[in-house]
């Protein structure tokens, strides 16, 4: 059973459905910049120029939210269209009434906005100023966050500053198979991490002083993370890199902002380990300096992005003091060991959630959590008929329940990812996670419910009729 004010949400990024990319006065993100570069950095060279047109066909979505009943919708700002240079010199008016648009349908159809302030899509200009490499990036990310709070905050209380900082730092910073495409293994991606969670921090001491007592919401930050077991259980080398597998990326980001206000020991331990012998050793995770604000504490709730699970164990042949590879700073094989379903790192392991969550709650001090995405993806020919995603959807939200009947998780909400098929990333329009597919062929992009959209629609009608939800609160 759900608690009754449980939040039935789906989730998409400005990027991935907008389209409009240059619509309006909306600047260029690194997004644009990296589709655009062609030479197959992305699927068949595919763009979200266009994506969903969520830009003109708005109320489209709208009627997919009411349709699958949902009480919550998670969406991005797309900076750029709002601030096109990144900074509040210059404040794109249509942009605002775009979203200004989104939030007041949205309420007045009696679903609460969560809205993410960064998914992945930085205005180009701040990438020309050195992106998120720089420490300035702190600053801007603060005064674009005061905006959006002071321009939308009297109607959205759910806030996310930045969705996934470990996937921009890794796949955008070290693999560059994700916009801007940097490849600087084992230094870029600490920085860039480092640099996201003063911004995160600075954001949110700005809401808590500013704008807490008058508009009443609560920011956090979304972090994702696999779960993982050793792979052999019995293992006492398995289960340490399990460990530090989890502390490499959960860890990465949470553990300074639930725990210590610092990355977690292993972390430090095994980094300087592996820096030794070059000439710059203690350079590659930085140190949060005293001076600034506390990262500790910076997050009003957990916001969990959960897809897949790992089976761990230690690497054996690392060269250990020279030519490290920042991905390899855990030491660990990872491997997937579980049947794959659609996207080629998406292994199917519902009760892994519930794992996690467990993991979570005792880990983090039992904060209340949303799962902020949680999905499955579908590719090759369409298929309306998603069997084998409305089960995974049955399955994952059967393991959201135990974890609260059972093992007394405080779950608060589950989104889906996500609403609408959409542009999924470096994979383009080839892999499709949406509870409604979108016809990318034609300029309508009509939307149509697909066979796990109405299996979702009939669980949270299930559940809300249960519980007599109601979401006006
Ligand atoms: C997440 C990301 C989403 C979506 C999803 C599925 O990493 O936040 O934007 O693409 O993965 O791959």
Request: aromatic content about 14%; glycine content about 8%.
């Amino acid at each position: 059973m759900f608690p009754s004010n449980f939040a039935w949400g789906a989730a998409t990024a400005a990027y991935q459905i907008e389209g409009g990319w240059d619509s309006d006065g909306k600047g260029p993100s690194i997004w644009d910049t990296f589709c655009h570069k062609g030479g197959g950095l992305v699927f068949e060279d595919h763009s979200g120029d266009v994506a969903c047109n969520s830009y003109e066909f708005w109320e489209e979505d709208l009627k997919c939210i009411r349709q699958l009943g949902l009480t919550h919708y998670r969406l991005s700002l797309s900076w750029s269209r709002l601030l096109p240079d990144g900074t509040t010199k210059h404040v794109n008016q249509k942009g605002v009434r775009y979203y200004n648009k989104v939030i007041d349908d949205l309420l007045a159809s009696n679903v609460i906005p969560m809205v993410t302030l960064y998914h992945f899509d930085l205005p180009q200009a701040l990438q020309d100023r050195g992106g998120w490499k720089s420490p300035e990036m702190a600053d801007i990310f603060d005064s674009y966050a005061r905006f959006a709070f002071q321009t939308f905050g009297d109607r959205v209380k759910l806030w996310l500053t930045i969705n996934e900082p470990y996937i921009c730092a890794k796949l955008g910073h070290e693999d560059g198979i994700f916009a801007p495409g940097v490849k600087e293994p084992g230094m870029a991606a600490y920085l860039v991490g480092h640099n996201m969670l003063r911004a995160h921090a600075r954001a949110w001491h700005s809401y808590h002083s500013l704008y807490r007592a008058e508009q009443g919401g609560a920011v956090s930050l979304a972090i994702n993370s696999n779960w993982a077991e050793p792979e052999n259980p019995t293992s006492p080398e398995d289960r340490a890199a399990t460990e530090r597998y989890l502390a490499f990326s959960l860890g990465w980001f949470a553990w300074p902002v639930f725990v210590t206000g610092d990355y977690p020991e292993v972390m430090r331990s095994r980094v300087e380990l592996r820096s030794k012998g070059l000439s710059c050793q203690g350079c590659r995770l930085p140190v949060f300096s005293k001076s600034e604000p506390t990262i500790l504490g910076t997050a009003d709730f957990f916001a969990l992005n959960y897809y897949t699970s790992r089976m761990v164990k230690p690497m054996s042949d690392l060269p250990q003091v020279s030519g490290f590879r920042g991905d390899r700073d855990a030491e660990e094989i990872v491997d997937p060991s579980w049947p794959v379903c659609g996207a080629s790192w998406l292994a199917v392991v519902p009760d892994g959630l519930r794992k996690l969550l467990n993991y979570i709650k005792n880990t983090f001090n039992n904060p209340a959590v949303y799962i902020t995405e949680n999905g499955f993806s579908q590719v090759g020919p369409v298929n309306m008929d998603d069997v084998p995603r409305s089960r995974f959807y049955q399955d994952a939200i059967q393991e959201v329940a135990r974890a609260i009947q059972e093992d007394g998780v405080d779950v608060r909400g589950y989104f889906a990812w996500s609403l609408l098929d959409n542009f999924e990333w470096a994979d383009g329009f080839s892999v499709r996670f949406g509870l409604f597919h979108v016809d990318f062929s034609q300029p309508e992009r009509k939307r149509s419910i697909y066979l796990s959209g109405r299996e979702y629609a009939g669980i949270i009608s299930k559940y809300r009729a249960l519980t007599g939800t109601n979401n006006s609160q």
